[in-house]
Every structure is written in C-alpha cells, then in structure tokens.
C-alpha cells in the first residue's frame, strides 16, 4: 500500500463530491459565524449528543442498548437485561467521545494517539484486555451486523496482520502531511483515512466504534465545530445500509487496485452535509428561545413588535444596560436576525 496511491484516489473528483464540499463549508462558515451559543444550551446540547452517539455507535456494532439505557447507565444506573459487554463497551465509548469533545484542541492525530484511543475504548470489557492498545496479531474480517446484533455477511477482507503496523505509519504519515500542505481539501483527505483505516483494521476488535471517535477528532481540528452538538454517529446508524454499501464497493475497488473511493467519500460528505445543515439549524427561529442570552432573546423579541428602534429605545424597553446593547446587537446581526440601518447617532435595528 504506498503512499503514492492515496493522492492518485482524487484525480477524478465528481460535481457531486465538488458540491457537497461547497455547500459543507458554506454552512461551515455560517456556524462560525454565526453561532456564539449561550454555554448552558451548549452544554446541554453536548451531554445528549453524548448519549446518542454513543448509543448509535455501539447499536452500528451490535449492540442493543437504547439512549435511554445508555443514560441510566452514565447515571450508575444498573441494568441487568443486557450482557456486561454490552455495557462495557458504552461506558468505554461515552468516556472517550467526552474526551475528545473536551479536549480536542490538545490532541494530535499520530499511532501513539490512536493505539491509546483504542485502549481507552476497551478499558471496561474483559474480553478485550490482552490486545487493547495494541495492533492485531491474527487476521480479522469487516462484517455487516443487522438490528438484533447477528452478523448476516462478510464485507471484505482486511489487510494482513503482519502488514498492519507498516501501514498504518503510511497511512498516518500521509494524512498529517497532506493535512498540513492543504494541497486537497481536509474533507477529502479525512474521508480517505476513514476508508483506508477500516481497510487495515488494525485492531483486534473495536475498529468500527474507534473509526468514528477519530472523525469526530479528525473534524473538530479542522474547523467543523459543530461536531459535539450534532451526532454524527447517530446519522450513520439512520444510513446503516448506504454506509455498509459505500464501504463494501470502495474496499472492492482499493482490492482491486482500482483506487477509486468515490462511493465512500460521497457516502461520507454526505453525511457531513447533513450533519452541517442540522448544526444550523440550531439557529433558526424556532430554536432561537434556546440559543440565544436572556438580554439577546429580549432584544429580539422587543424588535419582532415594531418596525425599528434605536440602540437607547432597545436599551429602554428591553430592560438592557446602555454599554450592553452594542454587544447584543451585533450577536443579532451575526445570527441574521436583525439589519443596521444607518451608522453613527442615526443608527437604527429592525427584524429581518
């Protein structure tokens, strides 16, 4: 697998993986724009997305925990309906994304990282514990699991136990490099690690659930700081069979040293898409009670009653300090709320 192969996968990118990156970082650009979120409604929003993600992402695998039992467990909350390995490996998962929404800005994508990602993945299950951490040492297959946890087919064959640790410094090589020259756009250069790490399968088991925590990593250190507050593990479980398909035909042609991963790369801009446009969503007017500050949402909703108003007029009848609507205004501004009109003395704000 040399490295070389990785940038001949993007000599031929369709209109449609050229659009989804487009609207992507459209909405993108909103975000970070517009989206200075008061921190109790981030907050909030972060502990449920960790309570779906983690249940998506262990269900994606097996698993049979619904969210609510995944938040009776976070809670201490014992269940016995369902095997400790089950339970383990929520436990495990909900700990490591949480540490990744909140550390995200500290870590590095490099093999130390990812072998103690796996390592914290697997902390809690027994069945795990000689080989957490470390890469495999027997050969392993990608299986397709349906809802009741039961695997119906094998998707493709891994690479070999004995070429795993040599390709995965390639593979990790490659995509810091290609990260830091910015020669292809990071979402293409993501969608690739993804694809080629569930090729390698590395580990032993644990591989799926661990590809997901490093593209919530992976997307957060480029900008895509919506991750914690939308789950994308839960849009992967919705796509279940598009996501076991994209795998499947892309593994098949990298076999076949094809090297084309349009299907996963589509597939998984995609999702990113969706991912994005539910993140702004959050700012719409229907969820503006939630998103906005106690001195922003009053302002607005003084605005939405006439026509137009003056910062003294704001300030008078939405019971805000003087010094303060200044800052108020130009959150509302930001979110496209409200318009400016005029500068200076004259200036006033009316509702878009």
């Known amino acids: 697998m040399p490295i070389h192969t990785f940038d001949q996968r993007f000599t031929q990118i369709t209109p449609e993986i050229l659009s989804y990156i487009a609207k992507i970082d459209e909405l993108k650009g909103r975000w970070v724009g517009g989206a200075k979120l008061n921190p109790v409604v981030l907050d909030r929003l972060k502990k449920s997305v960790l309570i779906i993600s983690t249940g998506a992402s262990t269900r994606i695998e097996g698993a049979k925990l619904l969210d609510e039992d995944v938040e009776k467990l976070i809670r201490g909350i014992s269940i016995e309906k369902f095997s400790d390995r089950d339970k383990q490996e929520v436990i ?6 949480q540490n ?4 995200w800005h500290t870590l590095s994508l490099n093999e130390s990282t990812i072998k103690h990602f ?14 957490k951490g470390d890469y495999k040492k027997k050969e392993n297959k990608v299986q397709m699991v349906n809802a009741k946890g039961l695997a119906i087919g094998i998707l493709f064959d891994t690479l070999p136990a004995y070429l795993t640790p040599s390709a995965m410094i390639e593979l990790v090589v490659w995509t ?25 399968h590395p580990f032993e088991d644990g591989n799926g659930r661990l590809s997901r925590i490093l593209t919530n990593l992976l997307l957060l250190k480029e ?5 914690p507050y939308i789950s994308h593990e839960k849009l992967i479980e ?8 994209a795998l499947r035909t892309s593994q098949k042609a ?4 094809q090297n084309d991963i349009t299907a996963w790369i589509t597939f998984f801009l995609k999702i990113v898409y969706i991912q994005s446009q539910m993140a702004i969503d959050l700012l719409s007017d229907k969820n503006i009670e939630k998103t906005l500050s106690s001195n922003q949402l009053a302002a607005w909703q003084f605005l939405q009653k006439i026509n137009e108003a003056s910062p003294r007029e704001i300030a008078e009848n939405a019971n805000i300090a003087r010094p ?9 501004l930001r979110l496209k709320k409200v318009e400016r009109i005029g500068l200076g003395r004259s200036t006033r704000y009316r509702v878009l």
């Not at 390592?119 to 069945?127: H, N």
């Not at 900008?223 to 991750?227: F, I, L, P, T, V």
């Not at 303060?324 to 509302?332: F, G, P, R, S």
Request: aromatic share 14%.
């Open 92 to 97: 495990g998962y909900f700990e490591l994304l």
């Open 100 to 103: 990744i929404f909140n550390s």
């Open 118 to 131: 796996h390592k914290e993945l697997l902390k809690y299950t027994q069945k795990d514990k000689l080989h």
């Open 176 to 200: 810091k490099n290609s990260l830091k020259e910015k020669k292809l756009h990071p979402l293409l250069i993501i969608g690739n690690f993804l694809v080629e790490f569930l090729l390698i």
């Open 223 to 227: 900008g895509y700081e919506y991750m």
């Open 238 to 245: 919705d796509n279940k069979p598009d996501y076991y398909m």
């Open 254 to 257: 990298i076999h076949a040293d």
């Open 324 to 332: 303060t609507v200044n800052q108020v205004m130009n959150k509302l």
